[in-house]
């Protein structure tokens, strides 16, 4: 829905609004920003509304799930929000009063906390508090309020306010934090709109009075006729014809055989009877009837302060309103009250227009002759009256000297103004301006005011302002929260809380046990809360009374702080739980939705916690059976508290079903085989029918899905710690400035390197075992390890040759030659380069162990010295540039890392 959509929501429905602030305070907060609703003042929710698009989709959703708007008015708004954005200045001259003032607060306004979520702008936001801002009910100061932009409404609306951030999301509050507006909106000439042209402009337009007011008077006996008037004379009776006659410049009618007569300057009923008295000694038993067929135009001029003073042809039956229709009505400086209708020099009347516009009276027997002139003098004194009148415009005096007698011409007040507050802003004449009120007794009765009303004196220029009442009500208590009628409620005397909530009817289902009433203490309305217990006032314990603007505030069982029990382990659904009244270890596990196929029904851990002397948290596990609980047997279920933790276990060795590993390579019976809880390799490869005669057991590959997520983790902490690893760390700090760029250069590089070999070899999961083809040599003992679930076992073929990897001039696989040493196969290979780190070579086995320059144990001598079998490889690692000991160990540890990846894919494709 689109913000002005909602807006309209808010304003029709006040209650809402205390809602919205609660979801909005709570999605804020479920996006890092700590904001409480009374945080939240309306100018921030309206702001947040009009440029969060996100926000509207949520409020969307939750308007429609608590039923304020359907699913097809949710259609409908996504067909009218393109229309909308195309007539925005439309829109904002039509918006309500909040409109108006969300957008005079566009520029941000903060929470009153210490979270801001708009940066504050200048004086936007306390001008609009001010009242500085656009006025309900019409245009903005300087605009014209024309009925196309003033928004009318009626005395049964809402009253317009203007809202101030309230400390406290409470709509009692809201009601009382409320300011009425300063009147801003221009106010217009009483009468001026009638002589506007609805279509477009003024009423008619130029002189030629091709554009006049129509006229549908009836022509009476007493129509005086005229040069050129047309006639139609019916004969009936000795002789029927009908005649169609115009009367001359000469005011004559030609008649058959009776010649012409003068009929102009009478009237019709006499014109008739001379007809007919001519025509009778013509025809015998004639009868005559005469009508007028087309009346004749006459010229009249309008002058004075009118729209288009000049001269106007109108019918003959205008009348002086006729003739101010065509010219347009009087200027802004024309009088309403005075038209002067001169014929020649003498003064025909004084015409009052507020006569027809208050009165409706149309004075259609003062006709208008040609030659005729219409005089509009200029105004005579005014006064303005707005407020809670119900016509607010500016009148025009004409004998009234009362100010009752200026509220009648305005229709009167409505009945939510407040006599008592009127203000008058006058001019004393070439002086000053001042401001008076209208003196009333000490004990104002209504007779008292209305009497001291009409004596008070209006003079021109007066400006009066009938402020209205108090927009809120002052004897009434508010619901709001978990029930089913929130809202507002008529207070009276002796009020309880039992006579609003009357049972648990009232309430929705399961209601906090605390309920609270937020009391607005008087003088100065401070809240206070007042806590009460819900169940024992619903039977008539403890019924607080009530005063007025209490708000009765009943909460959710499980809206704040809500209890809540946990069941964990073996069931459908596991996770919290909200603890309703009563709730068991059983019914707990049919919430969650029952056992799984793997859980253990004979016992259940229920683990409680208790609060010690209100000091500290003491828990206790107790075992109960389960199974018998979910059979209904009282004595084995537990009735749960407030986080308790329910645990159903695992049957025992369920996991290791359809656990199997899988032997490849050099077997008799290669595939995959099921396992056995406890079955080691021996017997696994017994099943297997045992190695083939081509089978290097030496150089076998277990692989385990669980060193596989070691190694992973291991190298990616290495390859973090080198990534972090700053400068100062990779060099010494007794290098000089020169030295230590171009080190630290190479240092990067090689640390590149490194990085680059670390993140191509991913962890291979090898685990080093140390086997032969004699598998009873090694049954049953520590070589003969146990097997696990996913566990692979690939037995290569008998290498020929030994690899010899790193910094050499050309590394390679040597041929396999029984009894040589590491150092004869690193001279076949070239020996090592000028950037070797000599001192580290290390040599890693077939089977994965690793023989290094600190691996005394495995040979006597040199690491060169150890003689290899076939599947060896033989690692020079890089030097390591840099003086910082951290930095040397910390990539040495990498060089290796890397050539063991490298040696154990190797030996696995072998």
């Not at 609660?22 to 702001?47: C, K, P, R």
């Not at 520029?107 to 508090?129: F, K």
């Not at 347009?328 to 027809?356: A, C, M, W």
């Amino acid at each position: 829905m689109s913000a002005a959509q909602i807006d309209r929501i808010l304003e029709q429905k006040p209650e809402v609004m205390i809602e919205l602030k609660s979801m909005v305070a709570d999605q804020l907060t479920q996006q890092g920003v700590n904001t409480q609703a009374d945080s939240i003042s309306d100018e921030m929710l309206y702001h947040l509304i009009a440029t969060n698009a996100d926000l509207r989709a949520n409020i969307t959703l939750w308007l429609r799930s608590r039923g304020f708007v359907t699913e097809e008015d949710i259609r409908r708004s996504t067909t009218e929000i393109d229309s909308r954005s195309e007539d925005n200045e439309s829109q904002s001259t039509s918006a309500s009063p909040f409109d108006r003032l969300r957008d005079a607060s566009d520029a941000g306004l903060a929470l009153d906390g210490s979270s801001s979520l708009i940066p504050p702008s200048s004086d936007a936001a306390s001008g609009a508090l001010a009242g500085n801002t656009p006025q309900p009910g019409g245009a903005q100061n300087g605009s014209p309020n024309t009925p196309s932009n003033r928004r009318q409404r009626n005395i049964t609306d809402e009253p317009d306010v203007l809202r101030v951030p309230t400390p406290y999301n409470l709509r009692s509050l809201r009601d009382l934090y409320t300011q009425i507006p300063q009147e801003g909106a221009p106010l217009r000439r009483f009468g001026s709109d009638v002589f506007l042209n609805r279509n477009g402009g003024l009423s008619a337009g130029g002189g030629s009075g091709s554009h006049t007011m129509s006229i549908d008077l009836p022509v009476g006996p007493d129509y005086v006729l005229g040069s050129g008037d047309g006639l139609t004379i019916n004969l009936s009776g000795g002789v029927s014809q009908n005649l169609t006659r115009v009367i001359d410049r000469e005011g004559k009618v030609a008649l058959p055989e009776a010649g012409t007569l003068v009929v102009a300057g009478l009237t019709l009923q006499h014109a008739q009877g001379v007809i007919e008295s001519a025509l009778k000694g013509q025809y015998r038993n004639v009868r005559v009837d005469v009508t007028v067929a087309r009346f004749r135009t006459v010229r009249v001029y309008v002058v004075g302060d009118v729209q288009r003073p000049g001269g106007y042809d109108l019918s003959s039956l205008s009348t002086p309103l006729n003739g101010l229709y065509a010219a347009g009505g009087p200027t802004s400086v024309g009088s309403l009250r005075i038209v002067r209708h001169y014929r020649g020099k003498e003064l025909i009347r004084e015409i009052d227009l507020y006569d027809f516009l208050l009165h409706g009276v149309r004075l259609d027997d003062d006709r208008l002759q040609s030659g005729d002139t219409l005089l509009i003098p200029p105004a005579g004194p005014q006064v303005a009256v707005s407020g809670m009148v119900k016509r607010p415009a500016i009148y025009e005096l004409k004998g009234e000297s009362s100010l009752t007698e200026v509220l009648d011409d305005a229709g009167g007040t409505t009945v939510a103004a407040a006599l008592q507050h009127i203000t008058v802003e006058r001019i004393q004449p070439n002086q000053q301006r001042e401001s008076v009120s209208v003196e009333l007794p000490a004990a104002a009765t209504a007779q008292s005011t209305l009497a001291a009303i009409a004596a008070f004196k209006v003079k021109d220029g007066d400006r009066v302002h009938v402020a209205p009442i108090l927009p809120y009500s002052d004897r009434v208590v508010y619901v709001e929260g978990h029930v089913v009628r929130p809202g507002r409620y008529p207070y009276r005397e002796g009020m309880q809380v039992s006579d609003i909530l009357h049972s648990y009817q009232d309430l929705l289902p399961e209601p906090a046990a605390r309920g609270n009433i937020v009391r607005l203490v008087p003088p100065d309305l401070h809240p206070e809360t007042i806590p009460f217990d819900v169940p024992d006032m619903l039977i008539g314990n403890g019924n607080l009374a009530l005063q007025p603007f209490d708000t009765i505030r009943i909460l959710g069982r499980y809206e704040t702080d809500s209890p809540q029990v946990s069941i964990r382990g073996e069931v459908l659904k596991p996770g919290k739980y909200s603890l309703s009244q009563g709730m068991t270890a059983s019914q707990l596990v049919k919430m969650a939705g029952g056992f799984k196929r793997d859980a253990l029904v004979e016992s259940a851990d229920l683990t409680s916690y208790t609060i010690q002397d209100k000091k500290k948290v003491v828990s206790e596990r107790a075992s109960i059976n389960i199974a018998d609980a979910m059979k209904g047997r009282l004595d084995s279920d537990v009735q749960l508290k407030a986080g308790d933790v329910l645990t159903i276990h695992q049957i025992s060795g369920w996991k290791d079903i359809g656990a199997s590993v899988v032997l490849d390579g050099e077997v008799t019976y290669p595939g995959s085989y099921g396992l056995q809880e406890g079955e080691r390799l021996s017997s696994v490869l017994r099943r297997a029918g045992g190695f083939r005669t081509t089978a290097y057991p030496a150089g076998a590959v277990l692989v385990r899905v669980q060193v596989r997520e070691l190694e992973e983790k291991s190298r990616s902490e290495l390859i973090n710690q080198i990534e972090t690893a700053s400068a100062s760390a990779r060099l010494s700090p007794n290098l000089t400035g020169q030295s230590q760029s171009g080190t630290l250069q190479a240092v990067s590089q090689q640390r590149n390197e490194v990085l680059q070999r670390l993140k191509s070899q991913p962890a291979s999961g090898r685990l080093v075992i140390r086997v032969s083809a004699d598998i009873e040599s090694w049954e049953n003992t520590a070589a003969d390890i146990e097997m696990r679930s996913g566990d692979v076992l690939t037995v290569p073929k008998r290498p020929g040759f030994v690899l010899v990897s790193g910094q050499v001039y050309n590394p390679s696989a040597i041929t396999y030659v029984p009894g040589k040493d590491a150092a004869w196969y690193l001279r076949r290979a070239g020996g090592t380069n000028d950037i070797a780190n000599r001192k580290e070579i290390f040599i890693v086995r077939a089977n994965g162990l690793v023989v290094g320059r600190r691996s005394g144990e495995w040979y006597g001598g040199g690491v060169l010295s150890t003689k290899l079998d076939p599947g060896d490889v033989i690692v020079i690692p890089q030097k390591i540039i840099g003086d910082s000991l951290f930095w040397r160990n910390l990539l040495t540890v990498a060089q290796i890392t890397s050539s063991i990846a490298i040696t154990a894919a190797v030996a696995g494709i072998i």
